[in-house]
Structures are given as C-alpha cells and as structure tokens.
C-alpha cells in the first residue's frame, strides 16, 4: 500500500478517502480539536455502530438523572468571554455532559462524544461564526440562557454512527485494510516522526496568506475540552502555527527572507511602504506577515523534498493574496521554493476562480492601493526527481 501524507491535514477528509482508496494515511494537525477530529475519523471503522448506540443511550440516561456522582467538572478558570460563554441553565447541562463524556475509558468512544460536544458547543451558547467567532448579539441575535445540550449532542452522535456504519462497509471491501494516523505537531518537525524517502504521495492546502485565525476560532473547543488550560498554552500554538498569524509578527522588527528572491522581495518593500505612519497596521505589519509566512513555505518545501520518495508527487492547494493592495502571487514562489530544493514542477493547474472577497481586500488593515487583482485558488503539482 502506498503511503499518503497530509501535512495540514486539518479535520481528515483527505485521510479518510485516501484509506478508502487503500493507502496507508498519515496527517499533520498542529491545532489540537483539528487533531481530535482527524483522529476520530481514523478510529471509527474499529468501532461497532452497536457499541457506539450503546453509549448514546447511556449518555441519554445519564443526562436524564436528576444529579450525577463523579468526579467534578468546572468551567475553564482561564476562558474570558465579553459576556457569559453559555446561558447559565446550559453551562449546568454542560458541564455534566463533560462529567459523562470524561469518565469514557474507551479511547475511540470518548473521541466521538469530545468532537461531537466540540462540534455543537457553539450553537448551544451566546457566541456563533458569522464566519469567525463573535458573540450572538453582535450578530443580532438574542443570548441564551438555556440550550437543548442532549438533544443536539445525541443528534450529532447519531450522525456519527451513520458515518460510523458507512466507514466500515468502505474499508471492509479492500483486501487489506488501512491504517490512518494523526500527528499532532507542524510538519515542519515531520523528521521527528517519518522516516526520510518514506512517502509515496502528499496531497494538501496550507493555511493560505489571508490570516485567518484558525486558533482563535476553536478557543472554545481548545478550553472546554482540556486541550489548553491558560492564554500562554493558547499562545504557543499561534506562534508554532505555519505562517504564523499577523498579530503575533506585526510588532517585530523587519522580518528577513531566509533566502533570496528579488521579486518577493521587491513586492514586500512596495507593502512596506504603503501606510508607515499607521505603524504595525500598515504595511510593515503585513511586510512582516508575508515574510514570515514565506520563510515557512521555503521549510516546508525542503521537508516535502526530504519525505518524499523518489518519483513521489505532491499536489499543493494554494490561493493568491491581497495584502495592503499588493497581489502576492503565492503559487509562483511555492514553485520557485520547491524548485531550490530538488522539487520539479509540472503544472500549475487553476482550480477555481473566485471574485474579490471584501473580507480579504476591503478591510481597513489590508486595503492600500485600489486593485484590480482577483485571488483563485490553484494546484501546484510537484514531482521528487
């Protein structure tokens, strides 16, 4: 079988259909609650639909109790909110969930009942995605005091036994079954856990340049669930995330290259330039950005080069940028950078066209001059000589 590798693999859709295809998958998740899905995917052909509908009932009559015994669960000390996270009748009936879900002693059980909680926490408080995290009455809904906490973590469980039965009746047709495995780091560590040559293809998308706070929008899930206890642990994760966000770079001083390219230099000093007396929220900010951000492709194309097998290929998902009114043509640098470390490309392949989004252009961090650049989202293919 060969071996399948997603370097951000994020929730594990690709794991999943490369075991369905009968490839061995290994995936890279530096975001804990990411992870836990990744893995709870991966786990669930060793689980029988019996054995999970057995636990949904007993969580179901667990709930039901009028008290629990067991050991206690509080809130997250260190989780501040602008107002109250939960309505205070929900946080009650949550936090006993949480007792039922931290008592499970079966490794993939307890999995499915975390991300089913993690995947329905937010409907059930005072805060939503409007796409990003923000409070109900910032999006003019009302707060909530109570929530149906059971109702909507059975129907997620139920889902999952669906998905749970579909999943074994996939792999249980191939003649040798495959194995997926979650690590829970950056690739860029990755030879700290895969052997050099050692994988046959890559298929991924990397955080693309739009600083999108992938951290921050799973805070709840990272707090409720135990992955992070206190906003310095919360921290580390945003400064060993690839690229790195442009609030933890925008205050330093002018980030290098690690490596030359005129051109990319050339457009970071046109970025740099624009808006200098609104200090980091101007163009040195988003200089620093985009430096640091290059800085880790250039690392992640010389580990893609060093676990690859010979002949391997990596399919790379990258979109175009807009910072500052400056388009930053990601997929060409990518193709630049693989090709210093022994990577050749064969195409560049256009995958989707998409119009200006006012997110990513007008908002008054990122806007400079008026452009009329279009991001797209492309497949830069690469080949291992």
Known sequence: MAVVLDPFCGVGTTLIEAMRCGHNAVGFEINPYAALAARAKCEAAAISPLQLNHYILR????????????????????????????????EKKVLKALRFIKRLRVPPIHDLFSLAFGSVMVNLSNYSYEPSLSSRPASG?????????????????????????????????????????????????????????????????PPYLNNYHYIRNTRPQLFWLGFVRKPSELKKL????FGK??????????????????????????????????????????????ASYFNDTNRFCRVVSQVLKKDGRAVIVVGNSILQGVEIPVDNILSDLAGRHGLTTENIHIVRQKRVGASIVSSSVRQGAKTTAKLYESAVILCKS
Do not use: C
């Not at 009559?61 to 109250?84: C, L, Q, W």
């Open 238 to 241: 945003e400064i060993e995330n």
């Open 245 to 290: 966000y442009w609030q933890t770079v925008r205050d330093l001083e002018k980030v290098p290259l690690d490596f030359e390219q005129p051109d990319l230099e050339r457009l970071l000093a046109q970025i740099r330039a624009i808006s200098v007396e609104r200090g980091s929220y101007g163009g040195t900010g988003w200089a620093n950005y985009a």
């Open 59 to 90: 969580f179901e009559e667990y709930m039901r109790k009028a008290s629990a015994n067991g050991d206690s669960v509080s809130a997250p000390e260190h989780f501040r909110t602008r107002i109250p996270f939960f309505g205070r009748r929900a």
């Open 141 to 205: 809904k009302p707060t909530q005091d109570d929530a149906p906490v059971t109702e909507s973590i059975v129907t997620k469980l139920l889902a999952m036994k669906s998905d749970v039965a579909w999943l074994r009746g996939e792999l249980e047709r191939l003649p040798q079954q495959p194995a997926g495995r979650v690590i829970p780091d950056n690739f860029l560590n990755a030879l700290h856990h895969l052997d050099p040559a050692s994988v046959d293809f890559i298929v991924t998308s």
